[in-house]
């Protein structure tokens, strides 16, 4: 069991790593194609189909869920990507 919770909690770990990259990198600036966007969405939208078996036994993966399905809407959200391109033009 302690093997099992071990590998559930390293799981956890990385996707939590990796969400936080991705939006450091949305709060950057350096995600600025909505092309780009569109792939990173598709990723996390993977990983949390991954993520959804340790869902029952562990908090964290609801956390992160929710925190993922977010982090989704916030890279597909085509208003914050006109907002940085009439910036631009400016």
Do not use: C
């Not at 869902?55 to 929710?66: D, N, T």
Request: charged share 30%.
């Amino acid at each position: 069991m302690q093997s099992e919770t071990n590998i559930y909690e390293r799981v956890i770990d990385y996707f939590e790593i990796e969400f936080n990259d991705v939006k450091k990198q949305l709060k950057l600036g350096l995600l600025d194609d909505y092309k780009e966007r569109v792939l990173t969405s598709q990723k996390i939208n993977h990983a949390l189909t991954l993520l959804a078996p340790y869902v029952k036994s562990e908090w964290r993966a609801r956390q992160l869920i929710k925190s993922g399905e977010a982090l989704k809407n916030e890279l597909l959200s085509v208003r914050d990507i006109v907002g940085k391109n009439k910036l631009r033009l400016v």
